[in-house]
């Protein structure tokens, strides 16, 4: 090759940027979106730290279980409204429930309720958790396990769609649980993973049979 052609080509290589690799999903996440009436939600759930917790989420959404499930509550601070936490899933839906599991304490896990954070609503007793979760805007530590107190299940984080929260949180709400119910529920229009294939349960599908 002539060198008025090798020093032009060195030029170029010297002066290309090179293309920085796409950051890695850390070991052990899997992604969900929430696609709601609202917009879209993705989730990072963290199967190594709350395995129990993130595979009973999973059964969930590769059973289509939440799919046209409802956001029903916004619980919002009196003191600072544009912080709480909002709630959605199956409620008391009896055709949709899956068996209970074990409660996995934040102590344990190590993931606490941070702003965004993915975690199981439950009745008083601790392994009562099952189709129902919430969403927490802003920190809410008096959730995290302390002592006698389990606290509730943690088991990831939202990494996309943080305004959707935000936005259902505002809504207006009134009726049972301190006037937290959300007017006009935010319904789930689908729930699926974006990592992996799908694990369906088998399980029967009541729900989805007319009447």
Excluded: C
């Excluded at 809504?171 to 789930?188: D, Y």
């Amino acid at each position: 090759m002539h060198l008025r052609v090798l020093l032009p080509l060195l030029a170029l290589a010297l002066t290309t940027p090179t293309l920085a690799a796409p950051p890695r999903k850390p070991a052990g996440i899997v992604r969900v979106q929430l696609v709601t009436a609202a917009g879209p939600i993705t989730l990072a759930l963290d199967t190594r730290r709350a395995p129990e917790t993130t595979k009973n989420f999973l059964a969930y959404v590769d059973d289509g279980r939440f799919d046209g499930a409802i956001i029903y509550r916004a619980a919002r601070s009196k003191n600072a409204p544009q912080y709480g936490f909002i709630q959605g899933g199956i409620r008391t839906d009896a055709r949709r429930i899956l068996p209970p599991f074990k409660h996995e304490r934040t102590d344990q896990t190590g993931i606490t309720h941070t702003d965004g954070t993915i975690s199981m609503a439950r009745r008083t007793e601790p392994n009562s958790a099952g189709g129902n979760f919430f969403i927490t805007v802003g920190a809410l530590p008096s959730f995290d396990a302390k002592g006698a107190f389990p606290g509730y299940a943690a088991f990831g984080h939202v990494t996309a769609g943080m305004p959707t929260v935000k936005r259902i949180l505002a809504g207006k709400t009134g009726g049972a649980m301190r006037g937290q119910m959300l007017l006009s529920g935010i319904r789930v229009l689908s729930a699926r993973r974006l990592d992996g294939p799908a694990s369906p349960t088998g399980r029967v599908k009541p729900w989805l049979v007319r009447k």
